[in-house]
């Protein structure tokens, strides 16, 4: 079974600066896809980036880009220039892929609380 | 274009009573997930839905939950009887699979914040 470790409950960044946050994922798998996800207090999970396993290259999404180190099974997220609308829980997600019905489900960690300061 | 809806946001029940929960997927998506945070937590899934079809409900607890989703659209989450520890956001998400449904995104509606007392 595939498990998503968030070790750092609580984050907090000045305004401005960059920060990291960690998330490692344990698979036999080699076929997957990688995600973090933001939840506001609005509860709605938005998508902020995700990453083929195949691909070597780490994802970049305008300030938000990852370290995928698939040997270590490591996915971590940095945001630069942190904004005040980055307060936000944010979770990494495993999801398998191929076909059947163990695909297309994606299995989250327990989720990072990060705090932008002004 | 709409996103996906869920109704209602809140909902404060009593033990042994029923409840359930509506949502309205992106128009044109075939596949519909139900998932459930509990507090602290990440989502865990409940059921993906394929058009009509309930093709991975193995985290569902079908003694007291069940789940619908007539005519491939709309899909409404039954809980009968709640019990305390249903308290919980239930998150309902849609995405289109099409020939290449790998790793295919899914958008997630608002939740439903369940309160069983």
């Known amino acids: 079974a595939q498990t998503v470790t968030q070790s750092q409950p609580e984050m907090s960044v000045q305004e401005a600066e960059t920060v990291t946050l960690s998330c490692t994922y344990d698979t036999s798998e080699n076929n997957y896809y990688l995600f973090w996800y933001k939840q506001p207090p609005s509860r709605q999970m938005i998508l902020v980036i995700r990453?083929?396993?195949?691909?070597?290259q780490n994802a970049t999404e305008n300030r938000f880009s990852v370290n995928f180190q698939k040997a270590a099974k490591s996915f971590s997220l940095k945001i630069s220039d942190s904004q005040l609308g980055d307060t936000a829980m944010y979770f990494c997600?495993?999801?398998?892929?191929?076909?059947?019905?163990?695909?297309?489900?994606?299995?989250f960690g327990t989720g990072t609380l990060l705090a932008v300061q002004p | 274009e709409a996103g996906v809806v869920q109704s209602p946001r809140y909902k404060i029940i009593e033990k042994k009573q029923p409840v359930a929960f509506w949502c309205n997927p992106i128009?044109?998506?075939?596949?519909l997930y139900w998932y459930r945070q509990n507090l602290g937590q990440g989502p865990e899934l409940l059921i993906r839905y394929e058009n009509e079809e309930a093709v991975d409900d193995s985290q569902l607890p079908k003694d007291r939950f069940s789940a619908e989703r007539l005519k491939g659209v709309d899909s409404t989450l039954k809980i009968q009887p709640a019990e305390l520890g249903d308290s919980a956001v239930y998150l309902c998400a849609s995405s289109l699979l099409d020939l290449f449904p790998e790793g295919t995104e899914a958008f997630f509606g608002q939740g439903t914040r369940l309160t069983v007392v």
């Open positions: 997600a495993f999801m398998k892929g191929g076909y059947g019905g163990a695909t297309n489900k994606l299995i």
């Open positions: 990453q083929e396993a195949y691909k070597q």
């Open positions: 128009s044109g998506h075939n596949t």
